[in-house]
């Protein structure tokens, strides 16, 4: 017996360091492969006389970016270009999945309408845009549409707001003075409004008492920053586009100018990602038990109440992994301005900065361990949503 115990100790050892030794093996011949290769960079750069490191991102850039929401000029560093850049990309990232999630939302829920002709429309619009390539979307949007808009002399002028022509889309700037005011009108208004939500899931599942906090969220987001800016003497001051004349050539100062590298890739990528988007938000929503819908209706809840309180909260389970999926790839996608002249990130700092300066190791690893860093911060933060509306078992 003594002997049997002894042994069966001797063997569970010997086990776990069988399934240990491999493990070992593969984490040696990971590094291996990683000293390997900055071995044999390292040695081709001796050979060439190249010297490796960052400093170079304190230099003066030497070029332009045509578009940038930092000030920026040729005798800015490779730094602020790198920043110029980043920034670009977010942008496009946002308004990307911005739209992308709203018209998503919209296109899947209509792929269940009863309706026939919105039912059909809707698997139009899917089919149609996520089975053609993103790059030739972008080409579409960009020479075929925004490239074919009237010269800056003949522009199309909606409401006296927005400017149209082949530079972009203008609309008019609005300078405030003693902005800070507006900020806590816009902060003290989500602090009421979570509340107001808190209070209105506490009465749904308490009292079965339906709040509209849409439409408060609504009226509030209105009223509360214009209280404010009248307490704070909040002023606005509107800069409109004008129209002028410099050497024979015609152009339009002031105001927000949109350029058409921008919007033809926040177009393509809306609506691209929105298909698939509009997939995932069927899928969630036909994971839904058919009774829950039935019982919403034997409360006495219309088809909107139904979707927007019982059906779509319980559907998020389903669509927020897939969904986070399509985010990333948006932002990843993004990448894909420099078929078009945008100055994000891979254009501005991986494509001139990199060919000026022959920093290609460098350059590259910044922009890789960038893009890794927006799409981890990305799918903590969805991660986490996920994990919060997830399911608990008693």
């Known amino acids: 017996m003594f002997l049997n115990s002894e042994f069966k100790t001797y063997l569970k050892k010997n086990l776990q360091l069988s399934n240990l030794v491999p493990q070992l093996l593969l984490i040696f011949f990971f590094f291996l492969v990683i000293y390997f290769f900055a071995n044999n960079a390292q040695l081709n750069m001796k050979a060439r006389n190249m010297n490796s490191g960052f400093d170079f991102l304190g230099t003066n850039s030497g070029f332009d970016i045509q578009f940038s929401l930092i000030d920026y000029d040729g005798s800015s560093s490779y730094g602020r270009a790198y920043l110029v850049g980043l920034l670009n990309t977010l942008l496009v990232a946002f308004f990307g999945i911005f739209f992308a999630t709203i018209i998503g939302f919209i296109i899947g829920v209509s792929r269940l309408s009863s ?196 059906v779509i909260p319980q559907a998020l389970r389903v669509i927020i992994p897939p969904t986070t999926n399509q985010y990333l790839n948006l932002t990843k996608n993004s990448s894909l301005a420099a078929a078009i002249g945008y100055p994000d990130l891979t254009g501005a700092f991986a494509g001139t900065a990199l060919s000026q300066t022959g920093k290609a190791i460098e350059i590259i690893f910044i922009v890789m361990m960038t893009y890794l860093t927006i799409s981890l911060l990305i799918s903590l933060i969805l991660n986490w949503y996920n994990k919060k509306i997830a399911l608990v078992e008693r």
């Not at 700037?173 to 209070?199: C, E």
């Not at 899928?283 to 034997?298: D, F, P, R, T």
């Open 115 to 310: 309706n026939w002709i919105i039912n059909k429309l809707s698997l139009i619009y899917v089919e149609l845009f996520r089975n053609l390539p993103l790059i030739l979307q972008i080409f579409f949007w960009y020479f075929t549409v925004l490239r074919s808009l009237p010269s800056t002399e003949k522009s199309l002028i909606i409401f006296n707001f927005l400017i149209i022509n082949l530079q972009g889309f203008y609309i008019p700037k609005f300078i405030f003075t003693n902005s800070h005011y507006i900020i806590y009108g816009i902060a003290f208004t989500l602090l009421t409004i979570f509340l107001i939500k808190y209070y209105a899931k506490k009465m749904f599942y308490e009292h079965a008492k339906v709040i509209p906090v849409f439409k408060i969220s609504l009226l509030l987001i209105i009223l509360f920053p214009l209280i404010f800016s009248l307490i704070g003497g909040v002023s606005i001051n509107v800069e409109y586009p004008k129209l002028v004349k410099n050497f024979g050539i015609f152009n339009y100062l002031g105001g927000v100018k949109l350029i058409p590298e921008f919007l033809a890739l926040v177009f393509s990528l809306s609506l691209y990602t929105s298909a698939f988007i509009a997939e995932n938000v069927r899928a969630g929503i036909l994971a839904v038990n058919k009774g829950q819908k039935e019982a919403a209706k034997s409360l006495g809840f219309n088809n909107s109440q139904s979707l927007n309180l019982i």
